[in-house]
């Protein structure tokens, strides 16, 4: 399995996917999403969940690594810039700005991408996508440890697309 992305160039996110865009939230969190395609998925793939995590944050947040987006139940190869926002055919988990050191934004504004702001230098973002044999029984806002309970079992195969955004 394979994921390319449009919003990366040379190894880097493009400056609107995180705090040099211009697109935010009403909380001031970057919110327009980057898009990616999915190739070569095991033949029975029934649907894909993702996670985009900032491994590097864990120095500067206390001590855990940031999760910036989750989603679920998606059955199609390919999302479009700024899907996340309004997208009605997948669901979406609860990012760390829900969190002590994200703030504690309310659960309704924490369930899409939440993007890119490094506080200190450049950080590696990983985006897994996981190709799964069936849908999850998960709800929009769902939490990092409950898609991966939901996901044992499931997964066919995974597959990381990484990239830098500088601060």
Known sequence: MKITSKGINNGVFDDKYGVRGTQVNSYGVPSCSFPFM?????????????????KDAYPV??????????????????????????????????????????GQLPKEATCFYGGMMPPDQAHLYELH?????????????????????????????????KGLYNN
């Open 61 to 102: 947040s206390g001590g855990f690594v940031w999760i910036h987006w989750l989603a679920a139940n998606i059955k199609k190869n390919e999302l479009q810039e700024n899907e996340s926002i309004n997208a009605t055919d997948f669901i979406q988990g609860s990012n760390s700005w829900t969190s002590m050191q994200g």
């Open 38 to 54: 999915i190739e070569d998925a095991p033949a029975n793939t029934k649907s894909y969940a993702i996670v985009l995590e900032d």
């Open 129 to 161: 996508v996981y190709a799964l044999d069936s849908e999850l029984d998960l709800e929009n806002g769902f939490l990092f440890n409950e898609l991966h309970h939901a996901m044992d079992g499931h997964i066919l195969e995974c597959a990381t697309l």
